[in-house]
């Protein structure tokens, strides 16, 4: 069985370290006499990463529920999305590692996550299919919007153009993007005040001057200089959180991709079916685990028409990016996807968060009221008061103060006094009865409880 590479003194148990440290400080992948790998065990040295004990678990739970009160604290200028994975995840696959497939940890925590950098990448990309056109519906997005919530890159493609060092596939998409740039339709799309703002907010002297007369010639124009395309410079409003992930089953997973043709696609060999397959084994956070997006914006970097639409454009964003992108590596072949219904889930979760805040406010706000009237309130009063609030639900008033009277709650003058203020609450619930109708007075409550106060203020009790 392999073991760690560590020194003798640290032993060979690191069960209760968390999955990152194991996968990258402690993996048992090492022959103990030679210290090579031990390409046998991989398959083993992988199992002993993927648990969670309570520890991580624990962790886990602390950081979203941080996020979630730091999101509360930035409200409402952040953008808050859970979503439950309905394939696996995985993210950081170019790391280095022994097995060839490396795997993002949040360090020091050494748990999984994928970095806010991803999701904005994902995230852009949407934005820019959707603000080209490619899929008919825009989302209500635009290119100048792009460039406002996700800042202006001079080197993006559809500016650029393709290059003559670019393989033909490539060129042709580069092609197809700048096409696409070109169109009229995504220019009448540009709403111009959000350009006119762009074009005060980043261009200085006679090129402000140029473009303010004339602002969309300034979409041409990016095209064609590198030097205008340099001067635009505008970082963007939308800030995106790491992503920790809450893996199902308390646990994370091990795939399996196994390459028939490894000599074909090394460029070695013609394809053929005599291959020899090459099992590749990799980390994953299972499907069916929770994530929970977040993406903070600063509206005072934004035109006044974007101030009130930035999160109905980002959600457009993340349907599109839910239903045909995913989210961290192998996208492709169908991992790191969430259900396209998340956006409309999301909604009503928060109205229905909303909705519970309001009512607790609601709720302190009756308390506080309620104990600024307690204080007001004579002794006597306030003694009444809290008899009543603690009577069992259902429970009519009177019989919560008799029963406290019965009980000696108050005697001497007071009991006197609970007994007149007994007597004018009775007969405002009319159930102040000097005389039973009933053919059994003993079984008549409100004119036996009519006699009781009465003995009360008679003095006899």
Known sequence: MGIAAVPRYLGQDFSGAPPGHRFGLYFPYWQDTTWEADSNQKTAALKQVIGLDQSCQRQIKALRQRQAAL????????????AISTAPFMTGTGMEH?????????????LPYLPGSGVKGVLRRAAEELALGFYGDTGGWDIVSL????????????????????????????????????????????????????????????????????????????????????AVRNRGSLRYWDVIPDPAGGRLAVDIMTPHYGDYYQGNATPHDSGQPNPILFLTVPPGSRFEFFVQCDPAALPESL?????????????????????????????????????EKARAEREAAVQRRQEAE?????????????????????????????????????????????????????????AEHL???????????????????????????????????????
Not at 98 to 110: D, Q, R, S, T
Request: glycine content about 6%; overall charge neutral.
């Open 71 to 82: 999101a509360e604290c930035c409200a409402p200028e952040i953008l808050i999305l859970p």
């Open 98 to 110: 022994p097995l060839e497939n490396g795997f993002a940890f949040l360090n020091p925590y050494g």
């Open 147 to 230: 460039w406002w919530l996700f800042g202006f890159e001079p080197d993006s493609v559809y500016l650029t153009g393709p290059s003559d060092r670019m393989p033909p596939a490539q060129r042709e998409e580069a092609e197809r993007w700048q096409d696409a740039y070109r169109n009229p339709e995504t220019h009448d799309a540009v709403p111009r005040d959000r350009l006119e703002a762009l074009i005060e907010a980043t261009l200085n002297g006679e090129q402000r001057q140029r473009y303010r007369e004339q602002p969309l010639l300034l979409l041409d124009a990016l095209m064609a200089s590198q030097k205008l395309r340099d």
């Open 307 to 343: 101030k009130d639409s930035w999160k109905i454009l980002l959600e457009a964003a993340f349907r599109h990016a839910f239903e045909w992108l995913g989210f961290g590596a192998k996208t492709a072949v169908g991992y790191g996807q969430f259900p396209s219904d998340a956006l």
């Open 362 to 418: 609601k709720k302190a706000r009756e308390e506080a009221d309620h104990q600024k009237n307690l204080a007001a309130m004579s002794p006597l009063d306030r003694a009444i008061a809290e008899v009543v609030a603690a009577a069992p639900q259902g429970q009519h008033r009177y019989k919560a103060i008799l029963n406290a009277l019965k009980q000696g709650r108050w005697s001497g003058d007071e009991a006197r006094q609970a």
């Open 423 to 461: 007597r004018h609450l009775m007969a405002e619930d009319r159930v102040w009865r000097i005389k039973s109708e009933k053919k059994k007075p003993d079984k008549d409550e409100p004119y036996q409880a009519t006699l009781a106060v009465l003995a009360y203020l008679e003095g006899k009790k």
